[in-house]
């Protein structure tokens, strides 16, 4: 727990801004993420997405450290938690969504692109195809229904 602490406080010194672009905060989240246990993993996934919700600047960074690729990796590995692999996927539903949202059409492509990489088309596709931002559902009912595309993710994914 002691190196927990000290995460979070090189992360707020590593920010030091308080706009939303947070500099490499986003590659301490990322290292976190694939070298931690579980509660960590799991924290971290939140963090980075909010870290990258409507802000190009940090979306770029996370691209430009292959952090799509790390989160396959997570979501891929069969002997992962299955609660972590499960957050990761509901991480590509809201990172995709927050594309579909809010950036370009260029980075919206892009984004898809690299799914296909990933996961196949199949899998790819219907990530992009949902959109969990425009829902109208309270709180509770939108937590169930990313839970249940998620789970569905997983059964979309082809096998590496």
């Known amino acids: 727990m002691e ?11 590593n920010s030091g801004t308080s706009s939303p672009y947070v500099g490499r ?4 989240v990322l290292d976190i993420l694939m070298t931690r246990g579980i509660l ?9 997405l909010a870290l990258l919700v409507d802000c ?4 770029m960074d996370f691209k430009e450290q292959y952090g799509l690729n790390k989160i396959a ?3 891929k590995d069969s002997d992962r938690d299955d609660h972590v692999r499960l ?3 509901e991480f590509l539903l809201l990172y995709s969504g ?7 059409v260029a980075f919206k492509s892009n984004i898809q692109e690299d799914l296909k990489k990933l996961f196949g088309e199949k899998c790819a596709s219907f990530i992009c195809s949902m959109n969990l931002f425009s829902s109208a559902l309270d709180s509770q009912v939108r937590q169930s229904e990313l839970s249940f595309l998620a789970k569905q993710v997983l059964d979309y994914m082809q096998p590496y």
Do not use: F, P
């Open 3 to 13: 190196y927990w602490s000290y995460s979070w406080c090189e992360l707020e010194m």
């Open 40 to 48: 960590e993993q799991r924290a971290c996934l939140d963090t980075l």
């Open 98 to 104: 927050n594309a579909k949202e809010n950036c370009g």
């Open 25 to 28: 905060t986003h590659q301490v």
């Open 87 to 89: 957050k990761c996927s």
């Open 73 to 75: 990796d997570i979501v």
């Open 56 to 59: 190009s600047e940090n979306q």
